[in-house]
């Protein structure tokens, strides 16, 4: 592809954070892409999965104003008698976001804005001097980053050119050849291991493991000298049984590229954002792990990964 089709090459990214210190070495800016072909019951960040910009709704910070109601082009919000807040009606709403724009209290949010590969350099590039300070640099995450590959590969190949260090969080559900695109650019690749059990996987995720498991080992065998981090995101009563983290630990240790397996205890942080987008969250009953089991179940891989 000629140079300057890759900068006008363009994704849907949700957000971009600074300084992250969570996603991988030193500081780094975390690329938060929106799409993901999976759907974890704890998913965290809901407003990620959906593959185009989508409108979240807070209803606890809603006056009530009618601004919003005068300003949609489509007649599709009403304020119902007697109704503290804004009713949506989405077979009107033609996702202009022309109501989040206007609405004066930010009860309106838009998640998700389509940008180029120029426009994501040009912040990347703000943070420069941290990397290089701090050993840190680009994480893209999710979302799936693996299901808009050529985007991604892309701005890997462009962090690569300029020296930025490289990391992708990934569930390898993706096809070996959007894989493949991303590979040549990388310095690190996170990767979920949600379930080793297929079946219990396409319970709680919505498909099976066998591609993921299949993909992680094809990329150990390339060429490329990547790391590979393996993260467990440790979901009580689901994931976290001696059976399954042995399996995978298990797994795990055929493979020539691992650096390291880490467990990442379940949160309930995304619970609000289900609500603003009008979705129910089907964990609301599930507890965090206390801060106990959390570093008994650590110190169970850590042991295991010795053996
Ligand atoms: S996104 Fe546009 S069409 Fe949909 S409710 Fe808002 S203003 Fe109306
Ligand atoms: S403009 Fe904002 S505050 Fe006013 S009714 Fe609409 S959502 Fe509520």
């Known amino acids: 592809m000629p140079m300057d089709q890759n900068r006008t090459l363009t994704g849907t990214v949700l957000r971009i954070e600074r300084t992250s210190i969570h996603d991988g070495q030193g500081l780094r800016t975390v690329l938060f892409l929106k799409g993901c072909p999976l759907e974890c019951r704890w998913c965290s960040t809901p407003e990620s999965q959906g593959f185009q910009p989508e409108k979240g709704y807070m209803s606890e910070r809603c006056t009530g104003c009618g601004t919003c109601v005068q300003a949609c082009p489509s007649q599709a ?15 009107k709403c033609k996702d202009c976001f022309v109501c989040v724009d206007k609405c004066p209290k930010g009860a309106l949010k838009k998640y998700g804005n389509t940008m180029s590969v120029e426009q994501v350099m040009k912040e990347i590039c703000k943070d420069e001097i941290f ?40 569930s390898l559900y993706a096809p070996w050849e959007s894989i493949e695109k991303i590979l040549p650019w990388l310095d690190v690749l ?3 291991i949600k ?21 992680l080992g094809k990329v150990d065998g390339t060429k490329y000298p990547l790391e590979i981090i393996v993260r467990i995101p440790m979901i009580p009563g689901v994931n976290d049984t001696d059976t399954n983290l042995m399996q995978a630990v298990q797994f795990c240790s055929s493979l020539k590229k691992l650096k390291d397996i880490e467990l990442l ?15 129910e969250y089907s964990l609301k009953d599930l507890l965090p792990p206390s ?14 990964l010795k053996e």
């Open 265 to 279: 205890p379940y949160h309930r942080l995304g619970t609000d954002t289900y609500r603003h987008l009008g979705r």
């Open 195 to 215: 379930h080793m059990d297929g079946g219990l996987h396409k319970q709680w995720v919505g498909a099976d493991n066998e591609t993921i498991l299949c993909n």
């Open 291 to 304: 801060r106990d089991r959390i570093s008994e179940r650590k110190e169970y891989v850590a042991k295991l």
């Open 190 to 192: 996170y990767v979920d």
């Open 131 to 170: 990397y290089f300070h701090s050993g840190g640099g680009i994480t893209i995450s999710g979302g799936e980053p693996l299901s808009q590959p050529g985007f991604v590969a892309e701005i890997l190949r462009q962090c690569r050119s300029l020296g930025i260090h490289t990391a992708i969080e990934t």
């Open 77 to 91: 919000i009403t304020i119902p008698q007697g109704s503290p807040g804004i009713i949506i009606d989405q077979t």
